[in-house]
């Protein structure tokens, strides 16, 4: 009863102008710098626009984020709107013209680095060094590239072991169960490791669990910074985050297998030819004196982070399609089939893989990474063409799910057609016009422009090495036959079903 008495009195007694005026003052100003006007306020809002219910609609993007970048699409077809994530808002242009012009602005404009430094955090994750010099993604870029050819033989002859780790074969002809987006994963990590860091720290558990870890933790550091002043991410990152003991764990992994490299190379006298043809010797050759083991270590893992999630995502979709569409792999088999027969497991041979090509990129035209691409940051103030202005500092992509299932881009898009893509080929007469890793305003899983994905080349190869081989060898079916497991949306991101199985056996025909 004291309590309330003084809490009464306290209410009840007039507040004096000295302690009235600034608490007026106060308010107001807070008022002001909730509501007062900003520069995006002219570009329309998907889900709440106030200053405080805009968080409201970045918990409902995280669950609705494909339907509000459609809705977005369908409303302002040819312009702008703009959606909240827990961070920023996010600018989205959609029409070929807004997203040609988007694409093609120069990088000291419109940049995509420093867009992903900007929202994945990579300045903590990687360091500054990495970040600042990405020679991992020049590498990328022209020596990946150039040899895949002469990297295709080993990637299979991984292939073949992490299929039999994983899914082993027998006799029998009842089926067994696999978790299927667990399994590729691991094989994925496997082939992918290969030509990252060799034989045989590829096979290594411990190496292969720590880079699909990282991948996750990565994505949770993202997710808990957006929740924080960003002078304070280095502090909370080491404390709160598995990041600097992954990166220890990865320094320990490497660290003898790049002795081991040293000194083949000083007992060859320098000749490189005598070290694996491989990611890390690439590093070895072209990294900068001052590097360390641990900047070695944080390159390493960005490669795979890169890979790793589209190979096995793709994978996995692409399990579950062929599983759910029995139909599809009689055909597609029959291809793997003949053009091994003929040139062996090449790149050549998965060169001739035409209508293996067009189910991979109907598979990414409905399961693309994100449902937006050619993300972008501002860095320096912009008016797009039309007159709209973009302030430095913005966030802003196109849309991308929207387009692939526009039935003004592509007739029957809600339809799964292995063909589709096969018959543009025929038609035109032009195949390599309409493969997977030909990037476009109308395709873009892997982005378009001189910013394209640099490893989509490389991920197509694996991905057909890793189905044909399947095919060959196995039988697959759903545990619920032709049901397709329900894919998972996570703000703008796509992901298979995380659970559910795939019943594979011995090939029976």
Known sequence: MSTLYALRSIFSEPISPVVLFPLVAAGAALIWALWKPRPLDSIPTIGPSGPLSSYIGAFQFMFRGRQMIQEGYERYYGGYFKVPILDRWMVVVSGKKLSDELRSA????????????????????????????????????????????ALTPDMYDECIQAFEQHMPLDDSKEWKAVPALAVGRQISTIVNNRIVVGYPLCRDPEYINLNLRFIVDMFQCRMLFCLIPRFMEPLVGRIATNIPSQIRLGMRLLKPVLDRRVKQLEESDGDWSALPNDMLSWLIATVPKDETL??????????????????????????????ANQDFIPPIRAEVEKAVAEDGWTKSAMGKLYLLDSFLKEVLRFNGAQAWSLNRIALKDYTFSDGTFIPKGTSVAA???????????????????????????????????????????????????????????????????????????????????????????????????????????????
């Open 106 to 149: 120069p990088e000291d404009t419109f940049s995509l680095d420093q867009a992903l430094v900007d929202m994945l955090h990579l300045d903590f994750v990687f360091g500054k060094k990495v970040y600042l010099n990405p020679l991992h993604v020049t590498l990328m870029k022209t020596k990946m590239t150039k040899t895949i050819a």
């Open 294 to 323: 641990d900047t070695i270590t944080r390159r390493l893992l960005g490669v795979n982070v890169a890979a790793i999630h589209t190979i096995s995502h793709t994978f996995t979709h692409s399990l579950f399609y062929l599983a």
């Open 399 to 509: 849309c991308a799910t929207p387009v692939h299932m526009d039935p003004s881009v592509y007739p029957e898009p809600e339809k799964f057609d292995p063909y589709r893509f096969y018959r543009l080929m025929e038609r035109d007469g032009e195949a390599n016009q309409h493969l997977v890793v030909k990037t476009s305003l109308e395709y873009l899983p892997f982005g378009h422009g001189s910013h394209a994905c640099p490893g989509r080349f490389f991920a197509a190869n694996q991905l057909k090495l890793m189905i044909g081989h399947l095919l060959l060898n196995y039988d697959i079916e759903l545990e619920q036959p032709g049901a397709l497991p329900e894919r998972v949306w996570f703000e703008a991101a796509v992901l298979p079903h995380q659970t559910a199985k795939i019943l594979y056996r011995k090939r029976q025909t």
